[in-house]
């Protein structure tokens, strides 16, 4: 009984590394962490960097098709300051701009509102409300200096992505509204959908052009990210 015990106990365990070497062999080919060079542990750790990936991942088939992404871009706005993009997508049919809330908790909100609250059960029947700036603004406001650095012909898509682990609460946005907004599990459908009914605008040489032009913005230095966190504090 004891021997059958530390077999099955072994087995697990090989069982359990070899899924590990194999999701981080995915990982570490994969066009995410080419250009973040994010550690795989930070995946368990950093909420920021696991809902960007997580739309990476959703959407990582895409790239067959010609589709190429960008990641944690850093995009200038004005006085030297810069704004951060989390995903971009660059398809036939346009660009495509992820917003990532890796949230968890009741989400509250309205397209007009400028903050929007994010409430967490504490125990004992309590909550505790963190309040950030509204997505949908904040994607918005991506797209707007995007357009300044590339093209304002390009037809762009503004998609905030939350976490399934959330629930929206009281969510009010317009039914004309430009951007989008989801949980994670609906985004390969969503994405899919859109382009279906979506015109192919942007040649295989435009998209790589496209890309050429952004990379840059990807691979900043960390003075620039220092600042960048250094005027939102502010």
């Not at 999701?23 to 570490?28: A, D, E, F, T, V």
């Not at 990532?100 to 400028?114: D, L, M, R, V």
Request: include cysteine; glycine fraction near 4%.
């Amino acid at each position: 009984m004891t021997y059958l015990y530390f077999v099955s106990i072994f087995f697990i365990f090989i069982l359990i590394i070899g899924i590990y070497l194999h999701n981080r062999k995915i990982y570490i080919d994969s066009s995410y962490y080419k250009i973040t060079k994010h550690p795989y542990w930070q995946l368990w750790y950093n909420k920021g960097i696991s809902g960007e990936y997580s739309i990476y991942k959703a959407l990582s088939f895409l790239e067959n098709q010609g589709a190429k992404f960008l990641f944690n871009l850093y995009i200038p706005t004005y006085n030297n300051k810069t704004t951060e993009i989390d995903v971009v997508m660059i398809a036939s049919e346009g660009i495509f701009v992820f917003e990532s809330k890796n949230y968890s908790g009741w989400i509250f909100g309205t397209e007009g509102q400028k903050k929007w609250t994010q409430t967490l059960p504490s125990g004992y029947g309590n909550s505790t409300k963190e309040h950030f700036y509204n997505p949908i603004m904040q994607n918005e406001n991506h797209i707007k200096y995007l357009k300044k650095l590339l093209n304002d012909n390009i037809k762009y898509f503004s998609i905030i992505v939350f976490s399934d682990k959330c629930e929206f609460k009281n969510i009010k946005v317009k039914i004309n509204s430009e951007s989008i907004l989801i949980h994670k599990y609906k985004l390969n459908n969503t994405v899919k959908n859109i382009m279906a009914n979506s015109k192919a605008v942007l040649s295989n040489d435009i998209i790589s052009q496209i890309y050429n032009k952004l990379l840059p913005y990807s691979q900043v230095d960390e003075t620039i990210k220092k600042q960048h966190i250094a005027n939102i504090k502010n």
